[in-house]
Every structure is written in C-alpha cells, then in structure tokens.
C-alpha cells in the first residue's frame, strides 16, 4: 500500500543514517523451552515512570510468534565485537541459538554472554504500525555489561569513534 511517493528504497537509505543499537530480543517457546530471538534496530526506552521499552517487528517475523505466547523476553544490547552475533540471529534459521554463547536471565529468558546491557522485559501490548508491530513492554531486571555498544549505520555494523 504505497500512498506517498516515497519509495522504499529511499526511506531505507535516508533512515540508515539515523545509528541505531543492535539489540537481540530472545524469549523460550512455552511448550519446548527452546529460545528464539531475532535482532532489533528499534529498541528504545519509551517512559520511565513507569518504565517501559519499546520495539518494532516486522509482520514477517518468524521468531516472535515464538515469544509472544510466554509475553516475556530478554534485551542484549550488543557490544562492539558482536557482528557474528549479529549475523547469527538475524538469519532465518531454526537453530540460531548453537551458534551463540548466552545464559538465562533471573526470569530465564536467553541473553547474549558479553554483551554490553541486557534489559528483562514484560510486554504490556502491541500497536499496529504499519508492516511492523510496535512492542510495547514493562521493564522487570536491568543490568549493564562492560565496553562500548555496535551500532548500526548507512547498512554497516561499526563502533562509536571517540
Ligand atoms: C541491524 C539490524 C536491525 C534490524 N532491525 C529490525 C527491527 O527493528 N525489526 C525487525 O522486525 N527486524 C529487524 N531486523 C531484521 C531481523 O533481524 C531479521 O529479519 C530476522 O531474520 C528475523 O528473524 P525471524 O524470522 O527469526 O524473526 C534487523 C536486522 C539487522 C541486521
């Protein structure tokens, strides 16, 4: 449904020079236990009193139909480094979660070893916003990591240059 003239194409470019965090947003699959996870350049801190995140999923995704059901999840904000972590969970694949090194959260959510933060999530609700869902979830446990965060900018993981 194109109602402007702004093609997708140029709103990825132009959008793109906005850097954003890479986080992995990862919860259990309430019959099997098993994690599913994928990554998120949308991830924000949204109020603080009380304090809520919010993110964007696209309708496509396969992984959150996985953890919407449990309506909890972990956030790791990734640090600078964690491209193949990167790489890892924003592929399509079964078993993404072989590929990478994580441990559970005090609510036994999956989170990513040495990342840079990790939020534990309780999702509040969900807004239509066009081809995306906007998640919008109460903060349980915060912790911060060690290092500097990857970023996400013009198509490229990088780091903050000081
Ligand atoms: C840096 C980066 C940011 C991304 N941001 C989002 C996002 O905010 N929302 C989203 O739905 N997908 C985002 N993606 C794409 C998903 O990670 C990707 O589509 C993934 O394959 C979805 O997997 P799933 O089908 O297992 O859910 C991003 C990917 C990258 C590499």
């Keep these: ?24 947003v990862a919860g259990r699959e309430v019959h099997s236990g098993s994690p599913a996870g994928l990554v998120v350049g ?28 449990a309506g909890r999840f972990s956030a790791s904000v990734l640090a600078a480094g964690q491209d193949g972590v990167c790489q890892a969970l924003s592929g399509k694949r079964e078993d993404k979660f072989t590929a990478v090194d994580w441990f559970d959260s005090p609510d036994g959510n999956p989170r990513i070893s040495g990342a840079h933060a990790w939020i534990d999530g309780e999702v509040e609700h969900e807004l ?19 290092g500097e965060p990857l970023v996400f900018h013009r198509g490229r993981l990088g780091q903050i240059r000081s």
Excluded: C, N, Y
């Design 128 to 146: 239509e916003g066009g081809d995306h869902t906007i998640v919008v979830a109460r903060v349980r446990h915060l912790e911060a990591g060690d």
């Design 42 to 69: 949308t991830f924000q801190s949204l109020s603080l009193d009380p304090p809520l995140v919010s993110f964007s999923v696209a309708l496509t995704s396969t992984s959150w139909p996985k953890i919407r059901p």
């Design 1 to 24: 449904m194109l109602t402007s003239t702004i093609q997708p194409r140029q709103f990825r470019d132009v959008m793109g020079h906005l850097p954003t965090g890479v986080v992995v």
